[in-house]
């Protein structure tokens, strides 16, 4: 299984809701990260979490809130959004081990993401 | 991590060989260069990495100049399905317990016509 699933894979919301993404792997990887992704824009990342610890934020405005609840799950949970934070939320997971010749591409495998829309 | 700089966009034709290429000037001794491809609708994938030397899989072949300031990536034999933005990264060999931060660019916008 080298799939990273990506629940709704659409969301609209308003800007009063509290609304969650969910990511999940089982490829036993132990990063998983949260990017944003506008229209023709390249991914920009947003968190890292690495043994379910956070490890980076990239200066992300506190209405996205992470969480990794064990090292399979992912989840960002969204409250008062803008419509500028309309896009396409990518999730990823890595193994998070070093480029130390064992083997590890240090390949991130990417979910289809979902599809954020804020009225 | 360094900054790459690559075409916004190219064409090729179906069935010959793409060369992507991607300068990256400023790299630095422990810096990888990752290819990563994004076809419309979908997350971005893994395509190829490599340090100093060339490097070929199953998807395409990577060829770093001996200086390491630009690399090229190759499909070798371009087909529809290989429509999509190409991004090239280079980024520090990975801190134990961090992550892995990749940071992609504008990325080249390939287009494959028949």
């Known amino acids: 299984d080298t799939e990273v699933t990506q629940t709704p894979k659409h969301l609209v919301m308003g800007m009063t809701n509290k609304k969650s993404l969910k990511c999940e792997q089982h490829?036993?990887?132990?990063?998983m990260y949260w990017y944003k992704q506008k229209a023709k824009k390249p991914p920009e990342l947003m968190f890292v979490?690495?043994?379910?610890?956070?490890?980076i934020n990239e200066s992300v405005p506190s209405r996205f809130s992470p969480e990794c609840p064990n090292s399979s799950l992912l989840n960002l949970h969204l409250h008062a959004l803008q419509p500028e934070d309309s896009a396409l939320y990518l999730c990823?997971?890595?193994?998070?081990?070093?480029?130390?010749?064992?083997?590890?591409?240090?390949?991130?495998?990417f979910g289809e993401g979902s599809r954020l829309t804020v009225l | 991590d360094a900054k790459t700089t690559q075409p916004p966009s190219m064409d090729c034709a179906e069935g010959r060989a793409a060369n992507l290429p991607c300068n990256h000037s400023?790299?630095?001794?422990?810096?990888?260069v990752y290819w990563y491809r994004q076809i419309h609708s979908q997350g971005p994938q893994y395509i190829i990495h490599?340090?100093?030397n060339n490097e070929t899989n199953e998807m395409a072949s990577l060829i770093i100049t001996e200086d390491r300031k630009s690399s090229t990536l190759i499909l070798p034999h371009a087909t529809l399905r290989d429509t999509a933005v190409y991004y090239c990264?280079?980024?520090?060999?990975?801190?134990?317990?961090?992550?892995?931060?990749?940071?992609f660019g504008g990325g080249t916008r390939v287009l494959v016509k028949p």
């Open positions: 990264i280079v980024r520090v060999a990975i801190i134990k317990a961090a992550g892995n931060k990749l940071t």
């Open positions: 400023t790299i630095s001794g422990n810096e990888y």
């Open positions: 990823a997971s890595s193994q998070d081990l070093g480029l130390d010749g064992s083997g590890n591409t240090g390949e991130l495998f």
């Open positions: 490599g340090l100093k």
């Open positions: 490829m036993g990887h132990r990063a």
């Open positions: 979490y690495s043994y379910e610890k956070l490890s």
